[in-house]
C-alpha cells in the first residue's frame, strides 16, 4: 500500500518541488529517491515484510532536502554518485561504507559523500535522517564566485563532520529550519526571492563551515574590489533595485569575488553589497508611497514591486529607515 502525494511549485527563480510520501513498497521508495536523489539499490536485509518508509522532501534547483524515515533495516546502494550528498542521523545510526572507509554515525554527527564514488549505507530500524543533495556543478560554482575564480572540481569534502559545535552547527541548524517548512503552505521558501537566498546560504554555509582543500583560500583576507568595481554594482542597483539580485550576482556583476566585493563595499561605501541594495529599495518605496493613490494603491503591492517578499519585514525596516509605517506615508498627511 502506498500514500503519496506531490506538489509542484511553478517554476521561478529557482525550480521549486516539495513531496510527502509515505510506502511499504521497495519499488515505490525506489522510484522516489531516484527522482529526488540517486539511481539506488533499496533492500531490506530482514525481509519485505517490515519494510516502511516516510520522506517528507523540498527541492530548490541544485539543492535538495529531504526528513527520510525508515522503520525497518534498509541498506542504500549506490554505484556512483553524481552530486554531493551529507546525510545527517536525527534519530537511530547509520553504517556506512565509502572512500575506503566504515563509519558509524549517530545525531550529531554528518556524512559527507562526493561525487564518482559508489557508496553503501544500512539504516537502521525506527532510525530518521535528513539527507542534503547538491547537484555537482552548482557547489563547485559556487565555491568559484566565493573564491573569484575557476574552480577544478570535484571539492574533496570530509568524510565525516561533527554538528555539535562551530560553523558547521550553525549550518546544521539552516538545514533543519528548511526541512522544517516543507509542509507550509504559506512558508517563504515559496517565494521566489527567499528560496533564492535560502539555497545559496545552503551552499556556501556548507563551504565556509567544513574543512576542505580550498578552505585556507577562503579564510585569507580578501582584497577590496577596485572602485570601478563597486561602482558597477551601485549603478546596476540603481537601474533595477527590484531585480531579485543575489550577492554572487553583484560579484558577476563586478568581475570581483564575492568576499573581495563585500569588502569593497565596506571601504567605499560603508556597508554591505545587500545592505545597500535593501536601502536603495526602501528609498524607491518611500517614493512610491508618497506618490500613490491611496484608494488604488496597498502598501503589499508597492513592497512586492520593489522586491520585498516578507511583508512584516519590509514594514519594520521602513519603519527604522523613517520613523513612521508604511501606510502612514500611503495615507499621507492628517
Given at each position: 500500500?502506498?500514500?503519496?502525494?506531490?506538489?509542484?511549485?511553478?517554476?521561478?527563480?529557482?525550480?521549486?518541488a516539495t513531496a510527502s510520501f509515505s510506502s511499504v513498497d521497495i519499488d515505490d521508495?525506489?522510484?522516489?529517491?531516484?527522482?529526488?536523489?540517486?539511481?539506488?539499490?533499496?533492500?531490506?536485509?530482514?525481509?519485505?515484510?517490515?519494510?516502511?518508509?516516510?520522506?517528507?522532501?523540498?527541492?530548490?534547483?541544485?539543492?535538495?532536502?529531504?526528513?527520510?524515515?525508515?522503520?525497518?533495516?534498509?541498506?542504500?546502494?549506490?554505484?556512483?554518485?553524481?552530486?554531493?550528498?551529507?546525510?545527517?542521523?536525527?534519530?537511530?545510526?547509520?553504517?556506512?561504507?565509502?572512500?575506503?572507509?566504515?563509519?558509524?554515525?549517530?545525531?550529531?554527527?554528518?556524512?559527507?559523500?562526493?561525487?564518482?564514488?559508489?557508496?553503501?549505507?544500512?539504516?537502521?530500524?525506527?532510525?530518521?535522517?535528513?539527507?542534503?543533495?547538491?547537484?555537482?556543478?552548482?557547489?563547485?560554482?559556487?565555491?568559484?564566485?566565493l573564491l573569484g575564480r575557476p574552480v577544478t572540481g570535484p571539492i574533496d569534502l570530509?568524510?565525516?563532520?561533527?554538528?555539535?559545535?562551530?560553523?558547521?552547527?550553525?549550518?546544521?541548524?539552516?538545514?533543519?529550519?528548511?526541512?522544517?517548512?516543507?509542509?507550509?503552505?504559506?512558508?517563504?521558501?515559496?517565494?521566489?526571492?527567499?528560496?533564492?537566498?535560502?539555497?545559496?546560504?545552503?551552499?556556501?554555509?556548507?563551504?565556509?563551515?567544513?574543512?576542505?582543500?580550498?578552505?585556507?583560500?577562503?579564510?585569507?583576507?580578501?582584497?577590496?574590489?577596485?572602485?570601478?568595481?563597486?561602482?558597477?554594482?551601485?549603478?546596476?542597483?540603481?537601474?533595477?533595485?527590484?531585480?531579485?539580485?543575489?550577492?554572487?550576482?553583484?560579484?558577476?556583476?563586478?568581475?570581483?569575488?564575492?568576499?573581495?566585493?563585500?569588502?569593497?563595499?565596506?571601504?567605499?561605501?560603508?556597508?554591505?553589497?545587500?545592505?545597500?541594495?535593501?536601502?536603495?529599495?526602501?528609498?524607491?518605496?518611500?517614493?512610491?508611497?508618497?506618490?500613490?493613490?491611496?484608494?488604488?494603491?496597498?502598501?503589499?503591492?508597492?513592497?512586492?514591486?520593489?522586491?520585498?517578499?516578507?511583508?512584516?519585514?519590509?514594514?519594520?525596516?521602513?519603519?527604522?529607515?523613517?520613523?513612521?509605517?508604511?501606510?502612514?506615508?500611503?495615507?499621507?498627511?492628517?
Open positions: 500500500m502506498v500514500d503519496a502525494h506531490f506538489r509542484t511549485v511553478t517554476p521561478s527563480v529557482v525550480t521549486r521508495t525506489r522510484s522516489l529517491l531516484a527522482r529526488f536523489y540517486h539511481p539506488l539499490a533499496v533492500a531490506a536485509p530482514e525481509g519485505p515484510d517490515g519494510f516502511e518508509f516516510h520522506a517528507d522532501v523540498i527541492q530548490l534547483g541544485p539543492l535538495t532536502v529531504g526528513h527520510l524515515g525508515f522503520g525497518a533495516p534498509v541498506t542504500l546502494v549506490a554505484s556512483e554518485l553524481e552530486a554531493y550528498h551529507i546525510t545527517i542521523p536525527t534519530t537511530g545510526q547509520l553504517h556506512v561504507w565509502y572512500a575506503g572507509l566504515e563509519i558509524t554515525a549517530d545525531p550529531g554527527s554528518a556524512v559527507l559523500y562526493g561525487p564518482g564514488k559508489p557508496v553503501y549505507t544500512l539504516h537502521a530500524a525506527n532510525s530518521a535522517e535528513l539527507d542534503v543533495k547538491i547537484e555537482q556543478p552548482a557547489l563547485e560554482a559556487e565555491l568559484a564566485a570530509p568524510a565525516v563532520v561533527d554538528l555539535r559545535s562551530g560553523p558547521a552547527r550553525s549550518w546544521g541548524t539552516l538545514v533543519r529550519m528548511l526541512r522544517a517548512e516543507i509542509g507550509h503552505p504559506a512558508s517563504l521558501v515559496r517565494q521566489p526571492l527567499i528560496a533564492e537566498h535560502l539555497r545559496r546560504s545552503v551552499l556556501s554555509g556548507l563551504l565556509l563551515s567544513v574543512p576542505h582543500r580550498y578552505t585556507e583560500e577562503l579564510n585569507a583576507p580578501a582584497p577590496a574590489g577596485p572602485p570601478r568595481a563597486v561602482q558597477r554594482v551601485i549603478d546596476a542597483i540603481q537601474d533595477e533595485p527590484e531585480r531579485p539580485f543575489t550577492v554572487a550576482d553583484l560579484a558577476r556583476i563586478a568581475g570581483v569575488s564575492v568576499r573581495s566585493l563585500q569588502e569593497g563595499f565596506r571601504r567605499s561605501v560603508g556597508c554591505a553589497p545587500m545592505t545597500y541594495l535593501q536601502q536603495v529599495r526602501l528609498a524607491r518605496a518611500h517614493e512610491s508611497l508618497r506618490r500613490e493613490d491611496p484608494s488604488r494603491a496597498t502598501v503589499a503591492a508597492v513592497a512586492h514591486r520593489w522586491g520585498f517578499a516578507h511583508l512584516g519585514r519590509f514594514a519594520s525596516a521602513y519603519r527604522n529607515r523613517f520613523g513612521v509605517c508604511p501606510s502612514e506615508t500611503l495615507r499621507g498627511p492628517a
